[in-house]
């Protein structure tokens, strides 16, 4: 199945070209959390708002914060300043973030059967984030593309079950076995929530959007389809309903030799994958799919130079014969040098 999109705007955006299936001479690049702490400018920004949550609401803030990272390096994408948890934020689920620890949210109860829940996602609270997409996407310049993005529904549960982040995702994938007529209903919600999100974020001006199934990795082989693949299937389908040209990414971290599921099975544009994927495999197995978007370590990015320079050649080598995304195989860590960003640009840029 094609999705032509009109093809002025792809010749303008490299990035949006290759999720088309167009190589380019040098691979675009992005970099997943690219607006972050590792950036003093993003941090000046940060210590004016009182919560992360109320940040991802600031208009004023979060476009501030979207566009420097394009400022500064001139990526060929910006991604919209926002996180996965306003989900169940809008679903009524309060969700608030402790410094330094991460996420924290009121555990849904099974007996509660959901009642804890909107039936449907209240995309009025929201309304700062697409107020923040239309003023972004009149600042960047016309060669950047513009990505949308949301949770995958197994990662988004996996939060609003436990409340918190958690080792391997233990919560959710004891409910996967305890309770899954329950788990099923929370998985639709997210489907039927993430849907009309999606969608409202295409009407405000994102060129495409990425999937974050962060836990892909905690998934057994049978719940992988039940609990990923096919509910990230009905996302994406939802959303082309409305706008039958959406264009895909989809990250199934931690997803090994299942990488080739989501390339398949879930009508995405574009694979994303982790830094333990073999760039080698990868490019004879996934990329004649679909387009591969990564995947450098962050870490080699900390510790920067010969080291990340031969590891940035070796990556693009490997999918020099077809439709190659550069990023990273996770998000930058904060204590990336900003120094050694620039250098890794360069080095893509050749
Ligand atoms: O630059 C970008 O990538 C855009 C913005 C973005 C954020 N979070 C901002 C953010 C995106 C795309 C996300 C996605 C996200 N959020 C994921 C999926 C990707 C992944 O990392 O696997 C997940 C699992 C979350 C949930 C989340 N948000 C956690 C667990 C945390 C705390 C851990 C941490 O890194 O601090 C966050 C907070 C968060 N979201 C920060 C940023 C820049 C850092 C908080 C801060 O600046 O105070």
């Known amino acids: 199945m094609t999705h032509p999109v009109d093809s002025s705007t792809i010749l303008e955006k490299p ?34 708002s009182k919560s992360f949550i109320d940040f991802c609401y600031s208009p004023d803030l979060a476009t501030e914060v979207t566009l420097q990272p394009i400022r500064r390096f001139g990526f060929d994408a910006a991604i919209l300043f926002s996180d996965i948890l306003v989900v169940p934020d809008a679903l009524g689920q309060g969700v608030s973030f402790v410094e330094n620890e991460g996420p924290r949210l009121p555990p849904l109860l099974v007996e509660n059967d959901l009642s804890e829940l909107k039936s449907e996602i209240d995309l009025d609270r929201l309304a700062p984030v697409f107020e923040t997409i239309g003023r972004v996407k009149a600042a960047l310049p016309k060669e950047t593309t513009f990505l949308g993005f949301c949770g995958a ?16 995702q233990a919560p959710i994938r004891l ?53 990923s693949i096919g509910p990230i299937r009905r996302m994406i389908e939802g959303v082309r309903l409305r706008h039958p040209h959406a264009k895909f990414i989809v990250f199934g971290r931690g997803s090994g030799a299942n990488h080739v599921q989501y390339a398949l099975k879930t009508g995405a544009n574009a694979v994303a994958i982790d830094w333990a994927v073999d760039p080698a495999w990868a490019a004879s197995v996934l990329q004649p799919l679909k387009p591969v978007q990564g995947n450098l370590d962050p870490l080699a990015v ?49």
């Open 302 to 350: 900390v510790a920067g130079g010969d080291q990340m320079d031969r590891r940035v050649d070796a990556i693009i080598e490997a999918f020099s014969n077809g439709p190659h995304i550069f990023n990273l195989g996770h998000g930058i860590v904060p204590e990336t040098p900003v120094t050694h960003v620039e250098r890794l640009v360069k080095r893509v840029r050749g």
């Open 15 to 48: 990035l949006l070209a290759t999720l088309n299936g167009v190589q380019q001479k040098r691979p675009p690049i992005w970099i997943m959390r690219q607006a972050g702490r590792y950036l003093a400018e993003y941090r000046e920004v940060r210590a004016r």
């Open 153 to 168: 529904p197994w990662t988004v549960a996996s939060y609003m079950i436990a409340g918190k982040g958690t080792p391997e």
């Open 175 to 227: 409910l996967a076995y305890r309770n899954p007529e329950y788990l099923e209903k929370l998985i639709e919600r997210l489907i039927q929530s993430s849907i009309a999100y999606l969608c409202r974020q295409v009407e405000a001006g994102v060129d495409a959007l990425q999937i974050f199934e962060s836990f892909a990795g905690a998934l057994t082989a049978d719940g992988l389809e039940q609990w």
